[in-house]
């Protein structure tokens, strides 16, 4: 006869008051039931951990589930709100006439030193050191006013997909379209 109790509950024919050591303790009559009690409390205890695992899975799952569907939620309205804030006719697309002019707008606020170029410390983060260099042909260190544009026009470009001369909102929320925002925010 074999008993066995763990720290979550009981398993097996369990005598009343028997203390959970070590997360379990295993009482045996000898004989070849030993070997077996200590089998099937050593399974019991894994499945137990595999069930607690389990749960702690799903509930992470769950609030990570929540907090996608909420930043779901939430990104159409940020795409739409900075569309509105690009597309001054209310068009529904921004063309890259317009990308040209929020940029050309956005340069002179970047430029607080007024000296007609934009440096990496001007530019705050919205340009990584690659495209940086590839933006900078001078090689300068420096930016001016129509390098700028010229990667707003090579950003607008990748995100357009379809080349229809226009981004909409979903063109905005791709990758291509989040790194023309980001030059452009």
């Known amino acids: 006869m074999t ?6 509950g009981t398993f097996g024919n369990v005598a009343p008051g028997t203390q959970a050591a070590n997360h379990h303790r295993v009482f045996s009559y000898p004989g070849r039931n030993r070997q077996r009690a200590r089998q099937v409390c050593g399974e019991y205890y894994a499945i137990s951990i595999e069930s ?6 799903i509930r992470v799952k769950s609030v990570l589930t929540t907090l996608a569907v ?21 068009d529904g697309t921004v063309d890259l006439a317009e990308a ?10 970047l430029d607080r030193d007024h000296d007609g170029t934009l440096d990496k410390r ?13 933006a900078d042909p001078d090689n300068d260190g420096t930016l001016d006013k129509n390098e700028f544009l010229a990667l707003v026009e090579k950003r607008f470009k990748a995100a357009n997909p ?5 981004v909409d909102a979903k063109e905005l929320k791709s990758a291509a379209g989040r790194s023309l925002v980001r030059l452009l925010k």
């Open 122 to 134: 001007e530019l705050r983060g919205r340009v990584n050191a690659k495209d940086f260099a590839a």
């Open 52 to 57: 607690e695992d389990m749960n702690m899975s």
């Open 100 to 109: 040209k002019n929020a940029a050309s707008k956005l340069f002179e606020k």
């Open 70 to 90: 909420t930043l779901i939620a939430t990104t159409p309205a940020w795409s739409q709100s900075l569309l509105k804030t690009l597309d001054p006719d209310n």
């Open 3 to 8: 008993f066995c109790q763990f720290g979550s």
């Open 162 to 166: 379809d080349n229809d001369g226009t």
